[in-house]
C-alpha cells in the first residue's frame, strides 16, 4: 500500500506566521511520529502518538509547537508564530506498534522561515 | 543525553570497497536500528538488531552489537554509487522515554 506522505513539500514563511504541516501515515498504523532534522545534523524527537493513549510531547521544543491526531490517522504539526530557528525538515514517520518497531518515512516537509 | 554518536562522520570510498560505520549509545538498549537517508529527505529502515543479538545479516548489510561496550557497526560490503546516503543509527531506551534516539549520522560517498 502506499507509504507515509506529508504535505506540503516545501514551505517558505514569514517570521511570525503560522504554519500547519500534515501527516498521512500507513493505514492501520497505530504510532505516528514527529521528528525536526536542521541542516546536517540527526533526527530531533518532538512527539510520538500511540493508538488511543495521549501522547508523548516530550520532544517539542516550545508552547508555539503542537499536534493532533485526528481519528488515530492523520496528524497535522502546527508552529505558531514562527521564528528563523524553525527552519528546518519536519519528517513524520509510522510504525505499526510501538516505537521500538520499524518506522517508516515520509519525504519530509521542509520548511524555511525568512 | 541518550542520543547515539556514528563514527565517521563523513567517509569516502571507491565503488566496490567495503564500507564500515561505528555507532556508540549511552544507556541500556531493547534493541539498536540503522535507517538510510537520501538528500535530506524521509529516512529508509535498514535493520534491527536485538539487545540479544551479536550480528545480523541482511544482503549486503553486516550489523554488530556489543552490548557492553554499547556500540554497534554497520558494514556494507561490496559498495555501489547507489549506497552514497547518510546512515543513523536509533537506539531506545530500556526502561525509559517512549522514542527512538538518532545520532548525527555517517555521510557516505561511493565514488563511481
Known amino acids: 500500500g502506499a507509504g507515509v506522505s506529508q504535505s506540503p513539500s516545501n514551505k517558505v514563511t514569514e517570521k511570525g506566521k503560522d504554519v500547519e504541516l500534515r501527516c498521512d501515515p500507513i493505514?492501520?498504523?497505530?504510532?505516528l511520529y514527529w521528528y525536526r532534522q536542521s541542516l546536517g545534523q540527526g533526527l530531533e524527537f518532538l512527539i510520538y502518538?500511540?493508538?488511543?493513549?495521549?501522547?508523548?510531547k516530550s520532544g517539542l521544543p516550545s508552547d508555539r509547537f503542537s499536534a493532533e491526531r485526528t481519528g488515530g490517522s492523520v496528524s497535522t504539526l502546527t508552529i505558531q508564530r514562527t521564528q528563523q530557528e524553525d527552519s528546518a525538515v519536519y519528517l513524520c514517520?509510522?510504525?505499526?506498534?510501538?516505537?521500538?518497531?520499524?518506522?517508516?518515512f515520509g519525504p519530509g516537509t521542509r520548511l524555511t522561515v525568512l | 543525553s541518550q542520543q547515539g554518536e556514528e563514527d565517521p562522520q563523513a567517509l569516502s570510498i571507491q565503488e566496490g570497497e567495503n564500507a564500515t560505520m561505528n555507532c556508540s549509545y549511552k544507556?541500556?538498549?531493547?534493541?539498536l536500528q540503522w535507517y538510510r537517508q537520501n538528500s535530506g529527505r524521509g529516512l529508509v529502515h535498514l535493520i534491527l538488531?536485538?539487545?540479544?543479538?551479536r550480528e545480523k545479516h541482511s544482503g549486503r548489510l553486516r550489523v554488530t552489537l556489543d552490548t557492553s561496550k554499547k556500540s554497534s557497526s554497520l558494514l556494507i560490503t561490496a559498495s555501489r554509487a547507489a549506497d552514497t546516503a547518510s546512515y543513523f543509527c536509533?537506539?531506545?531506551?530500556?526502561?525509559?522515554?517512549?522514542?527512538?534516539?538518532f545520532g548525527t549520522g555517517t555521510r557516505l560517498t561511493v565514488i563511481p
Open positions: 514517520a509510522s510504525s505499526l506498534g510501538s516505537y521500538t518497531d520499524t518506522q517508516y
Open positions: 493505514s492501520g498504523h497505530t504510532a
Open positions: 502518538f500511540q493508538g488511543n493513549s495521549a501522547p508523548d
Open positions: 544507556t541500556s538498549i531493547n534493541n
Open positions: 538488531i536485538r539487545s540479544n543479538e
Open positions: 536509533a537506539t531506545d531506551q530500556k526502561g525509559g522515554a517512549n522514542n527512538l534516539f
